[in-house]
């Protein structure tokens, strides 16, 4: 479906849009690729590994609406992946974590529906379900932008959804790499804040293929939440360093234990396919949508009434050996 179209990626450069440009290079045949970001270096860097004719650099912030509707211009699919995403510092920081993530959201519908942009998906986060910090809660803001923007279309034919994953193994700031910084410099121990903390993973080619498919089985107005497997954060630790010990530091500002993904709340929303859950719109719109049956004619039941996906009690968990294969190929 991306041969001969124009795709854009907000925040383009970083680890998701960077895997996403691979793919799309290796699978399809598209006619642009429009990379759209705000930092100058980490274009000229990723333009130096993906020079094909079809890719398109463009210096910009979501912040920005004019730039952003300059760049979308001609575009057929967008992919919203820019956000600032890092917990603590979105405590200290809550207006610029506000402008990029809620303001930049709507920024972006903005623009695709004065561009005529036939499909956007906006990457979310584990963190926006029953939110405690500002990261969560803006993220769950921007959720809400994009599904009600499928009610403010009219008759233009754009559909917008979200999809919401945990955390990517690898990906920057994430623990994996951070992990590994601290056993190649020599430390003695691991910093774990909590012993029994959980966290659902899900590797950057899996994030991008489940995007990738969502094209296809969208309507406008899901929330698209993959079953993916949980890690202990101890568990994870001892496979990078089995000889470190550990110490524990406490939680940081706005963490959570554990991570949910379909709040119990939504349960009479949540519908279950064989390898993901949909949260179907709290709102109706004007042009009704069945989403029990997606575009690909798969199939979802509805979930029992207080069913909540979390990873401290989740049904797939990774072991050390498959973070260890992982990590390797990284």
């Given at each position: 479906m991306f041969d001969g179209k124009n795709i854009l990626i907000t925040g383009g450069t970083g680890s998701f849009g960077k895997k996403y440009t691979e793919i799309l290079l290796k699978k399809y045949k598209p006619n642009k690729?429009?990379?759209?970001?705000?930092?100058?270096l980490k274009q000229y860097e990723m333009s130096q590994d993906y020079d094909n004719k079809c890719m398109r650099y463009f210096i910009g912030d979501v912040r920005d609406a004019s730039r952003l509707k300059k760049a979308m211009n001609d575009v057929d699919y967008v992919i919203h992946a820019a956000a600032l995403k890092h917990v603590p510092i979105a405590e200290y920081n809550p207006m610029e974590c506000i402008k990029t993530n809620i303001n930049g959201a709507q920024n972006v519908i903005d623009a695709a529906m004065e561009n005529g942009v036939k499909k956007i998906i906006a990457l979310s986060t584990d963190k926006a379900a029953n939110p405690v910090n500002l990261y969560g809660a803006t993220k769950l803001a921007s959720d809400k932008l994009f599904v009600a923007a499928n009610n403010l279309i009219g008759n233009q034919d754009?559909?917008?959804?979200?999809?919401?994953?945990?955390?990517v193994i690898g990906s920057r700031g994430s623990v994996v790499p951070f992990?590994?910084?601290?056993?190649?410099?020599?430390?003695?121990s691991l910093p774990i804040t909590d012993a029994n903390m959980t966290r659902f993973l899900i590797t950057l080619e899996e994030g991008v293929e489940f995007v990738l498919k969502n094209?296809?089985?969208?309507?406008?107005?899901e929330i698209f939440v993959p079953k993916i497997p949980s890690m202990?954060?101890?568990?994870?630790?001892?496979a990078l360093a089995p000889e470190l010990p550990h110490e524990i530091i406490g939680i940081r500002p706005g963490e959570k234990l554990h991570e949910i993904m379909c709040p119990s709340d939504d349960s009479h929303l949540t519908l279950e396919f064989d390898d993901h859950?949909?949260?179907q719109p709290t709102i109706t719109f004007t042009k009704s949508r069945d989403y029990k049956i997606n575009k690909l004619g798969e199939n979802g039941e509805k979930v029992k009434q207080g069913f909540e996906y979390n990873s401290g009690d989740?049904?797939?968990?990774?072991?050390?050996?498959?973070?260890?294969e992982i990590v390797k190929d990284m």
């Open positions: 690729i429009i990379i759209y970001s705000r930092d100058e754009i559909q917008f959804s979200v999809v919401r994953y945990g955390n992990f590994k910084k601290l056993i190649k410099s020599g430390k003695k094209f296809e089985r969208m309507q406008g107005g202990k954060i101890t568990d994870l630790a001892k859950f949909v949260i989740n049904t797939q968990w990774y072991k050390k050996e498959d973070i260890l």
